[in-house]
């Protein structure tokens, strides 16, 4: 198989990754035959895959305006992927110029892809890091130097935590980074879920075992177990709800039903 320049020396481009399935199901450039087939297979069983994926991405830049609009103007996106079209970056600068970015991925092709995106963006940056160890994160130069705690941040975990599983404790992470954040900073959060998905569980399950496969397991949660990320903050109103609903910009009756999938929410640190 033929490495394009974007892909690192260093990963093994036989195995398939969460974030290039993820550019694949958006239409991203950056993945290879052995992403498009694992993402084939997961859409054998839900077929909405797509749409959910773009309704994950449609919140998510409504949820950055909302937050440039609060006058947040330093973002951190935590499990932030390969960045396509349309990325945090894009939509905070263009709603706040000059405002501040932080990627953080464990992907080295994210890392890689970012890095290259962001060349001449001075006042964004990516680092490699995980989830699973905020403190490394909130430690780290890159996002010293572009993120100030002291002040508010948005803080993303756009479609990152059902790939954390409960033994490694997703709560506590999300706790350690919340008790790091300034009054008035935002957690702008998105969850896969069994809830909402036009399909019985056990064909959507399916897909579920396609990402336990590639040793990348799938949590689904409820709504009950995903508002728990939120424990310490004051929910911005819808609060918790599908994604399409979350302070639509067109009628969500319009929207694929698979859109409706999984859940979405922002919260405000007192």
């Known amino acids: 198989m033929e490495r394009p320049a974007w892909a690192p020396r260093s990963i093994d481009i036989s195995v398939p990754s969460v974030s290039r399935i993820y550019d694949y199901y958006l239409g ?103 989830l699973r160890k905020p403190q490394e994160i909130l430690s780290s130069p890159e996002v010293r130097r572009l993120i100030d705690l002291n002040r508010p941040v948005a803080l993303l975990l756009v479609a990152i935590l059902h790939f954390v599983e409960d033994a490694d404790d997703p709560y506590e992470a999300v706790a350690e980074l919340r008790e790091a954040l300034a009054p008035g900073s935002l957690l702008i959060l998105t969850h896969a879920s069994y809830e909402g998905i036009p399909l019985p569980p056990e064909r959507a399950e399916g897909a579920v075992d396609v990402y336990k496969d590639i040793r990348n397991p799938l949590i689904m949660r409820s709504r009950d177990e995903i508002a728990r990320f939120f424990e310490g903050y004051d929910m911005v109103e819808p609060g918790l709800v599908p994604m399409p609903d979350w302070r ?11 859109s409706f999938s999984g859940f979405a929410g922002v919260g405000r640190t007192a």
Do not use: C, W
Request: proline share 7%; aromatic share 8%; no cysteine.
């Open 248 to 258: 639509p910009d067109t009628a969500p009756e319009d929207e694929d039903p698979y």
């Open 28 to 130: 991203g450039s950056h993945n290879f035959e052995v992403d498009r087939e694992a993402a084939r297979k997961a859409m054998q069983f839900l077929p909405g895959l797509p749409k959910i994926m773009q309704a994950n991405r449609a919140f998510m830049r409504r949820a950055v305006r909302f937050a440039a609009a609060e006058g947040i103007t330093q973002f951190l996106d935590i499990g932030s992927g390969i960045p396509t079209f349309g990325n945090v970056h894009e939509v905070a600068q263009k709603a706040s110029p000059g405002a501040h970015v932080m990627y953080v991925d464990h992907d080295p092709v994210a890392v890689a892809h970012s890095k290259a995106v962001l060349a001449d963006n001075a006042t964004a940056d990516v680092v490699a890091a995980d």
